[in-house]
T-cell receptor
Framework: DTEVTQTPKHLVMGMTNKKSLKCEQHMGHRAMYWYKQKAKKPPELMFVYSYEKLSINESVPSRFSPECPNSSLLNLHLHALQPEDSALYLC???????????????FGPGTRLTVL | AQRVTQPEKLLSVFKGAPVELKCNYSYSGSPELFWYVQYSRQRLQLLLRHISRESIKGFTADLNKGETSFHLKKPFAQEEDSAMYYCALKGGTSYGKLTFGQGTILTVHP
């Protein structure tokens, strides 16, 4: 399996809801990433996990809570979101998060989130 | 701070014409530069990286440290090259962080 998968493809939620986005890879990668992408804008890094430990948090609001239960799974827990959080959320993985050939990032198709 | 600038939001060429997508970066150390491509209804994927110095789908890109540029070039554009192209930079101690440019939408007309 050489793909990053993300579920659900689409999610609509209210501002008081709690929901989770899921990301999975079976390529043996030890680094996983969450990005946020607004329409017609580039992806913006949110979090990086390296060897199941959070290594980068780009000052993301606490209403977004990442979790890496094992090396293949990455979750993003959502609570009390705002309408401006509506975006495409991309997951990516790489063999490692350092420099060099092992750090090519493979992206998932994304979850399109709408907050009402 | 690291920054990537892609000055053209839109670029249109005819099939068979040369194409150059511009990318300039700002970074004080030794960056790693990448080009990512997103075809219609497909996921974002790596096209090429400067350390590989390879040609992918006829595209090449040379890192010019003097001009802090990493322009993407192809001598003869094809219709299937139409896509969104992002230049991205990785550097610093936060090696996991990719900083993307704003992207250029390339349209190749028949």
């Amino acid at each position: 399996d050489t793909e990053v998968t993300q579920t659900p493809k689409h999610l609509v939620m209210g501002m008081t809801n709690k929901k989770s986005l899921k990301c999975e890879q079976h390529m043996g990668h030890r680094a996983m990433y969450w990005y946020k992408q607004k329409a017609k804008k580039p992806p913006e890094l949110m979090f990086v996990y390296s060897y199941e430990k959070l290594s980068i948090n780009e000052s993301v609001p606490s209403r977004f809570s990442p979790e890496c239960p094992n090396s293949s799974l990455l979750n993003l827990h959502l609570h009390a979101l705002q309408p401006e959080d509506s975006a495409l959320y991309l997951c990516a993985s790489s063999q490692a998060s350092g420099r060099g050939a092992r750090d090519e990032q493979f992206f998932g198709p994304g979850t399109r989130l709408t907050v009402l | 701070a690291q920054r990537v600038t892609q000055p053209e939001k839109l670029l249109s060429v005819f099939k068979g014409a040369p194409v150059e997508l511009k990318c300039n970066y700002s970074y004080s150390g030794s960056p790693e530069l990448f080009w990512y491509v997103q075809y219609s209804r497909q996921r974002l994927q790596l096209l090429l990286r400067h350390i590989s110095r390879e040609s992918i789908k006829g595209f090449t890109a040379d890192l010019n440290k003097g001009e802090t540029s990493f322009h993407l070039k192809k001598p003869f554009a094809q219709e299937e090259d139409s896509a969104m192209y992002y230049c991205a930079l990785k550097g610093g101690t936060s090696y996991g962080k990719l900083t993307f440019g704003q992207g250029t939408i390339l349209t190749v007309h028949p």
